[in-house]
């Protein structure tokens, strides 16, 4: 089973500033089986990128991901309020699908 | 548009039973892979179980293996865990979850809180 962490666990930033999360997998990863997603205290998790790069629907372009191999990155360039929320990486394996532990994105 | 609810949480002993439901409109349910997904508390989100559009492949994490099996009735568009052996450990906010075209979970229900304990 591929294990995938992230880091840092919690991020301190202020709105406008640029935030960069990372996922690090265990063994190296197809960047296809990728997949990135923001979770707010008592909402539903919300999908916000597929394939390593692909954004969802309504997922605005300040998300974007980078990245190969065992290391990706989760970038927002200019944090909005709205953006401060709990990030999941996600990797689908040819059975059993693992979550990072999370990064937790609050305000500074 | 796509709604997924889950109903069947509740309170129970530990080594007590359990069956939760999620009831998918608005997409062909009958073509998607689902899968459950949980959450306990302060804790981040856990994979449960996946299972295939036609219920021939079911998969699951190994925290949960020999204990919880996943099921779907497709001509009721519904997806169910059966939960058996409960544990303390097994208190969670349990989320059902669609798998996207691409590997995704494009859409997933409000969930549901199961609550192990005497």
């Known amino acids: 089973e591929i294990v995938l962490t992230q880091s840092p666990g919690t991020l301190s930033l202020s709105p406008g500033e640029r935030a960069t999360l990372s996922c690090r997998a265990s063994q190296s990863v197809d960047s296809s089986s990728l997949a990135w997603y923001q979770h707010k205290p008592g909402q539903t998790p919300r999908l916000l990128i597929y394939?390593?790069?692909n954004r969802a629907t309504g997922v605005p372009d300040r998300f974007s991901v980078s990245g190969s191999g065992t290391d990706f990155t989760l970038t927002i360039s200019r944090l909005e309020s709205e953006d401060f929320a709990v990030y999941y990486c996600q990797q689908f394996g040819s059975s059993a699908v693992t979550f990072g532990q999370g990064t937790k994105l609050e305000i500074k | 548009e796509v709604h997924l609810l889950e109903s069947g949480g509740g309170l129970v002993q530990p080594g007590g039973s359990l069956r939760l439901s999620c009831t998918a409109s608005?997409?062909?349910?009958?073509?998607?892979?689902m899968n459950w997904v949980r959450q306990a508390p302060g804790k981040g989100l856990e994979w449960v179980s996946v299972?295939?559009?036609?219920?021939?492949?079911?998969y699951y994490a190994d925290s949960v293996k020999g204990r919880f099996t996943i099921s779907r009735d497709n001509s009721k568009n519904t997806l169910y865990l059966q939960m058996n052996s409960l544990r303390t450990e097994d208190t969670a906010v349990y989320y059902c979850?669609?798998?996207?075209?691409?590997?995704?979970?494009?859409?997933w229900g409000q969930g549901t809180l199961v609550t192990v304990s005497s």
């Open positions: 608005g997409f062909s349910f009958g073509s998607y892979v």
């Open positions: 394939g390593a790069s």
């Open positions: 979850a669609k798998r996207g075209e691409d590997p995704c979970f494009d859409f």
């Open positions: 299972i295939s559009s036609t219920s021939g492949n079911t």
